[in-house]
């Protein structure tokens, strides 16, 4: 949960791939600070102490935030207001999404690589995704 890490290894894997070096896979690591749905009380196998400190020391935001501060880009009060600025700017944006009809079923295998040439690997093994049967 580093900003500039993310932003450095996103620059490498656009320039390798560009050399034409084929596809690269990046994995994030992420945190997730509340339970899976409203049913998933995580509190059942978490303590708000671990999800605190978590918090605390690799939260993005507040990394970058603590950065910006110790080299004086902006103050406490910049902040505030950046953040209700992307706060409106988010809600407008979640207007427009709710409001679209729901991608069709059929679009979820639209433009990807499969065949014997790009197969999809995963924990299971090598498969190889049947369009035929989505559809169905």
């Not at 102490?49 to 009060?77: H, S």
Request: contains cysteine; glycine residues 6%.
């Amino acid at each position: 949960m580093d900003l500039l890490a993310v932003q450095e290894a996103t620059r490498w894997a656009k320039e390798y791939c560009l050399e034409g070096n084929g596809p690269i896979v990046m994995e994030m690591d992420s945190y997730r600070y509340m339970g899976h749905s409203m049913s998933d009380p995580d509190s059942a196998y978490r303590s708000r102490t671990d999800i605190q400190t978590v918090r605390n020391e690799r939260d993005c935001v507040q990394k970058v935030k603590k950065l910006m501060l110790e080299l004086g880009f902006i103050d406490e009060a910049g902040f505030k207001d950046m953040e209700r600025a992307i706060k409106k700017e988010i809600d407008a944006e979640l207007a427009i999404a709710e409001a679209q009809e729901n991608t069709p079923m059929k679009e979820l295998v639209t433009d990807i690589l499969v065949g014997e040439q790009y197969p999809i690997r995963s924990c299971q093994g090598t498969v190889f995704f049947d369009e035929k049967k989505l559809s169905a």
